[in-house]
C-alpha cells in the first residue's frame, strides 16, 4: 500500500555491505531528492541521508545514497550489530502534492 | 538544537476528535523557512504523511486527500507550537502519530521528529 516500494528485508555479516532499494515513479522520485530514515521501535525516526546521497552532521560515511531515474539506494558498508533496524525511503510527490514513504527495509546482522 | 515535544490523550473513542500537540524549541513556528508536519505510522498503512502548516506572508496548510475532510492543523504562535485535530475518528485511525519539521528548498526534509504518540480508537 506505500507509494514508494522497498524490498522488506535485508541481511548481512559484520563488515558486509549491505544494499536497499526504493522504487517510485516520475511524480516522486524523478522529480524530487530522496530521504533515508533508520527506525527503531519505539524512538523517532532518524535522518540518515537527504537530497539523494548528504550526510546530516554525525551520521557515519559508511551509509551512503545514491539516486537513478525513478529509484534510489541506500548502502550501508562495514555492517554493525547497532545497524539492525527499519529503514525507510522518502520524498515529496509533486502529482499527490504530499510526501510519500516507502514500507520500510527490516535490515538484520547475522 | 531542535526538539520536538508531543502530548495529547493515548486513547480516544470512535466518533471523537483527536487531538494532539507538538511543542517546538530551537525553531519558530513562525520561520519562513520550515514547515510542520504530522505523521503517522500504522502496521495497516506504513508510514502516511497528514498535513503541515506553514508561514510564508500568511499561514498555508496542506492535508493529505485521505484525511483532507477530517483534518485541522493548526499553528500557536504564543506557545511556539502546532496541533492537529483529527475528527470522527475510527479504529482505523489507530496509529503512532509524529510530528515533524519539514526544511529546505528544492532539498526537502524531515529532520527533526517528535517521539511519537501511539493513539489508540477504542469504546
Known amino acids: 500500500q506505500s507509494v514508494l516500494t522497498q524490498s522488506p528485508s535485508a541481511s548481512g555479516t559484520p563488515g558486509q555491505r549491505v544494499t536497499i532499494s526504493c522504487s517510485g515513479s516520475?511524480?516522486?522520485?524523478?522529480?524530487?531528492?530522496v530521504n533515508w530514515y533508520l527506525h527503531l521501535p519505539g524512538t523517532a525516526p532518524k535522518l540518515l541521508i537527504y537530497?539523494?546521497?548528504q550526510r546530516p552532521s554525525g551520521v557515519p560515511d559508511r551509509f551512503s545514497g545514491s539516486k537513478s531515474g525513478t529509484s534510489a539506494s541506500l548502502a550501508i558498508s562495514g555492517l554493525q550489530s547497532e545497524d539492525e533496524a527499519d529503514y525507510y525511503c522518502?520524498?515529496?510527490?509533486?502529482?499527490?502534492?504530499?510526501?510519500?514513504f516507502g514500507g520500510g527495509t527490516d535490515v538484520t546482522v547475522l | 538544537q531542535v526538539q520536538l515535544q508531543q502530548s495529547g490523550p493515548g486513547l480516544v473513542k470512535p466518533s471523537q476528535t483527536l487531538s494532539l500537540t507538538c511543542a517546538i524549541s530551537?525553531?519558530?513556528?513562525?520561520?519562513?523557512?520550515?514547515?510542520w508536519t504530522w505523521i503517522r505510522q500504522s502496521p495497516s498503512r506504513g508510514l502516511e504523511w497528514l498535513g503541515r502548516?506553514?508561514?510564508?506572508?500568511?499561514?498555508?496548510?496542506d492535508y493529505a486527500v485521505s484525511v483532507k475532510s477530517r483534518i485541522t492543523i493548526n499553528p500557536d504562535t504564543s506557545k511556539n507550537q502546532f496541533s492537529l485535530q483529527l475528527s470522527s475518528v475510527t479504529p482505523e485511525d489507530t496509529a503512532v502519530y509524529y510530528c515533524?519539521?519539514?526544511?529546505?528548498?528544492?532539498?526537502?526534509?524531515?529532520?527533526?521528529w517528535g517521539q511519537g504518540t501511539l493513539v489508540t480508537v477504542s469504546s
Open positions: 515533524a519539521r519539514e526544511k529546505g528548498f528544492g532539498v526537502l526534509r524531515l529532520d527533526y
Open positions: 530551537g525553531d519558530s513556528v513562525s520561520s519562513n523557512s520550515a514547515a
Open positions: 502548516t506553514y508561514w510564508k506572508s500568511r499561514w498555508y496548510n
Open positions: 516520475s511524480s516522486n522520485i524523478g522529480t524530487n531528492t
Open positions: 537530497g539523494n546521497y
Open positions: 522518502a520524498t515529496w510527490d509533486d502529482s499527490l502534492n504530499g510526501w510519500v
